[in-house]
């Protein structure tokens, strides 16, 4: 399984862009890179996926180098709803399952 | 669409007693997982189920813990004996088939062991 590496946790403000950048240094061939959010006492939500280059969806951009060993999500003009946990994960979609891991926590203040 | 299922949304019991989350997957997903979150250890996979058979129990704690998924539209993790470090966030998910990696979570059974 292809280990991510993401920081701990990030603050922002509101109406800044953030940006989190995940390690996927082992990423297969065909492994997906999916993000995940968490609200506190809620179930993580899916939020965007991607193969390579840029993915945006209505919520996040996802951009991946060529060397797909990292990804960065990044959330345009956060609000304080984007306070959350943000959980990188790499998997092939077939394969063995996922590992969330502790995730980025992201604190937006006002 | 509903969304995947899970009660109850919150159990207190006492140490000892058996315990059964209950769990209904979306429709037409072929995928079902159950998590469990804790502080310390964050979310921790349990056990899957393709096609109602169990793919990968290796997350589950121990013999304590057992998941079944008799049919497509139900699912149940039990704990017997439940101890108080069992207290957690219990989630239920689900995914279709080829697309593990999009998986729609149900709202959790928060369990607390006295």
């Known amino acids: 399984l292809a280990k991510t590496t993401q920081p701990i946790s990030m603050d922002s403000y509101e109406g800044q862009e953030v940006n989190i950048t995940c390690s996927h240094n082992?990423?297969?061939?065909?492994?997906?890179i999916t993000w995940y959010q968490q609200f506190p006492s809620q179930g993580p939500r899916f939020i965007i996926q991607?193969?390579?280059t840029k993915v945006t969806n209505e919520v996040a951009s996802l951009f991946i180098p060529a060397d797909r060993k990292s990804s960065t999500l990044s959330l345009p003009r956060v609000s304080l709803s984007d306070t959350a946990v943000y959980y990188c994960l790499v998997g092939d979609g077939a394969g063995t399952a996922l590992i969330f891991g502790k995730g980025t926590t992201l604190s937006v203040s006002s | 669409d509903a969304g995947v299922i899970q009660s109850p949304r919150h159990e207190v019991t006492e140490m000892g007693q058996e315990v059964t989350l209950r769990c209904k997957p979306i429709s037409g997903h072929d995928y079902l997982f159950w998590y469990r979150q804790t502080m310390m250890r964050g979310l921790e996979l349990l056990i899957y189920?393709?096609?109602?058979?169990?793919?990968?129990d290796s997350g589950m704690p121990e013999d304590r813990f057992s998941a079944k998924m008799p049919n497509a539209s139900f699912s149940t993790l039990k704990i017997q004996p439940s101890e108080p470090r069992d207290s957690a966030v219990y989630f239920c998910a689900s995914s279709r088939a080829g697309d593990k990696e999009t998986q729609y979570f149900g709202p959790g059974t928060r369990l607390l062991v006295l």
């Open positions: 991607g193969y390579k």
């Open positions: 189920f393709n096609n109602n058979v169990p793919i990968d």
């Open positions: 082992n990423i297969a061939t065909n492994d997906y």
